[in-house]
C-alpha cells in the first residue's frame, strides 16, 4: 500500500528567509506526486506535480520540489519565504492505483 | 469560472438523519472524489467515480454511500449519520482518472457536524 509521510507537523520561518517542507513516500512503481496548499478556511489549491524527468519541479507561487528517487523523498521548497506562504501544505502520492494518498500536513509559519 | 461547487458549507444535524451533500462541478472532469479531513489525519479518501455509473471505495468508505448518475454531480450521502462523522468534507475532481498524473481542484469544503 502507497503511504506518506510529512515528519513535521509545523515549520516555523522567518520572512525572507528560504524554507523546506519534507516529505517522504512509499509506493509499488513509479510514483506521482503531488503536493497541495490550504490557505485557511478554505479548499486545497494545487502547487505542483511531479511525472517524470527532472527531478527539480517549479510550480506556482514560486514553489518548487526535489525529486529523489533513492530517499523516496520530495521536499517542497522556496528560495524566499513570505507570510501569505503560511498555510497548510500537504503532500500526495497516487502509483498504480487510481487513489490518492495525502501525507497528514505540515503547517508553514511564516514570521515578519 | 472553472469551479467545484459544495452545498451546503455548513451543517449540524443529529444522530440518525439522513443527509445528502452535494457536489458539482463544470470543468467536464471525468473523475471526481471526497474526502475528509481530521486533525492529525490529513485528508482520506472516502469513495472516488471513474466516471458516470462507476463508483469505488476509497480508504474509509464505511458509513457513506455516493452516485454519479451524470458527469457534473457527485453527491455524498451518510443515510444514518453518527458523531464519529462529524469532519471537514471536501469534493474534488479531475480531468482523468485513468491519468494518474491529473491534478484534483477541490471545492470549499464542507464543515459537518453531527450530535
Known amino acids: 500500500a502507497q503511504s506518506v509521510a510529512q515528519p513535521e507537523d509545523q515549520v516555523n520561518v522567518a520572512e525572507g528567509n528560504p524554507l523546506t517542507v519534507k516529505c517522504t513516500y512509499s509506493v509499488s512503481g513509479n510514483p506521482y506526486l503531488f503536493w497541495y496548499v490550504q490557505y485557511p478556511n478554505r479548499g486545497l489549491q494545487f502547487l505542483l506535480k511531479y511525472i517524470t524527468g527532472d527531478n527539480l519541479v517549479k510550480g506556482s507561487y514560486g514553489f518548487e520540489a526535489e525529486f529523489n528517487k533513492s530517499q523516496t523523498s520530495f521536499h517542497l521548497k522556496k528560495p524566499s519565504a513570505l507570510v501569505s506562504d503560511s498555510a497548510l501544505y500537504f503532500c500526495a502520492v497516487r502509483d498504480i492505483s487510481s487513489t490518492l494518498t495525502f501525507g497528514k500536513g505540515t503547517m508553514l509559519l511564516v514570521s515578519p | 469560472e472553472a469551479q467545484v461547487t459544495q452545498n451546503p458549507r455548513y451543517l449540524i444535524t443529529v444522530t440518525g438523519k439522513k443527509l445528502t451533500v452535494t457536489c458539482s462541478q463544470n470543468m467536464n472532469h471525468e473523475y471526481m472524489s471526497w474526502y475528509r479531513q481530521d486533525p492529525g489525519l490529513g485528508l482520506r479518501q472516502i469513495y472516488y467515480?471513474?466516471?458516470?455509473?462507476?463508483?469505488d471505495k476509497g480508504d474509509v468508505p464505511e458509513g457513506y454511500k455516493v452516485s454519479r448518475k451524470e458527469k457534473r454531480n457527485f453527491p455524498l450521502i451518510l443515510e444514518s449519520p453518527s458523531p464519529n462523522q462529524t469532519s471537514l468534507y471536501f469534493c474534488?475532481?479531475?480531468?482523468?482518472?485513468?491519468?494518474?498524473?491529473?491534478?484534483?481542484?477541490f471545492g470549499p469544503g464542507t464543515r459537518l457536524t453531527v450530535t
Open positions: 474534488a475532481s479531475s480531468l482523468s482518472g485513468g491519468d494518474r498524473w491529473s491534478e484534483q481542484y
Open positions: 467515480s471513474m466516471n458516470v455509473e462507476v463508483t
